[in-house]
């Protein structure tokens, strides 16, 4: 449950990064015509590679730090 959560708030944060930096790009386009800006799909998906594989490594630690406790005792509040 920990992995999954962290997955999926990385992939929200992905999907927001990428929403905001599409905005910026057309943004910059309406402030300045003549500088060539366009977003790229490639590097959208790089990003959100990245992103998605930053939340599974960084939750990974809490997920394994979780499945090691009962969970009789964690509702306890015994999980030491």
Do not use: H, K, N
Not at 13 to 35: E, K, N, R, T
Not at 51 to 77: I, K
């Amino acid at each position: 449950v920990f992995l999954v959560e962290a997955v999926v708030l990385a992939g929200a944060g992905a999907a927001a990064g990428a929403l905001l930096g599409v905005i910026a790009i057309y943004v910059i386009a309406l402030i300045f015509p003549d500088f060539p800006v366009q977003p790229s799909v490639m590097w959208i998906a790089v990003t959100t590679v990245i992103c998605l594989a930053a939340g599974s490594a960084f939750g990974l630690l809490p997920a394994r730090r979780a499945s090691r406790v009962d969970a009789a005792d964690a509702l306890r509040g015994w999980a030491g």
